[in-house]
């Protein structure tokens, strides 16, 4: 399992969008793998979701803000938005 995190932290850490979060770090602690991810300042998904699902409309409203990741990323990690 560290060796498959290791190898997708490795292809993460050439991403670079705006609608992707960045990681930063990753490393062990005895069996343990982690990642340092960046923070993104705002309310969590659990607070969206406190009341239940959201409806559909609220969801969309909710993506709509939020920037996307191009599909096509190229083999130097280079995203181009679309």
Do not use: K, N, W
Not at 57 to 68: F, R
């Amino acid at each position: 399992m560290a060796r498959r995190l290791a190898q997708e932290a490795r292809a993460l850490e050439r991403l670079v969008h705006p609608g992707l979060i960045t990681l930063l770090d990753t490393g062990t602690v005895g069996d343990q793998a982690y990642l340092v991810m960046e923070l993104v300042d705002g309310p969590s998904l659990s607070t969206f979701l406190r009341d239940g699902p959201l409806s559909s409309q609220d969801a969309a409203t909710l993506v709509q803000g939020s920037p996307t990741p191009s599909r096509t990323c190229t083999s130097r990690g280079s995203c181009t938005a679309t």
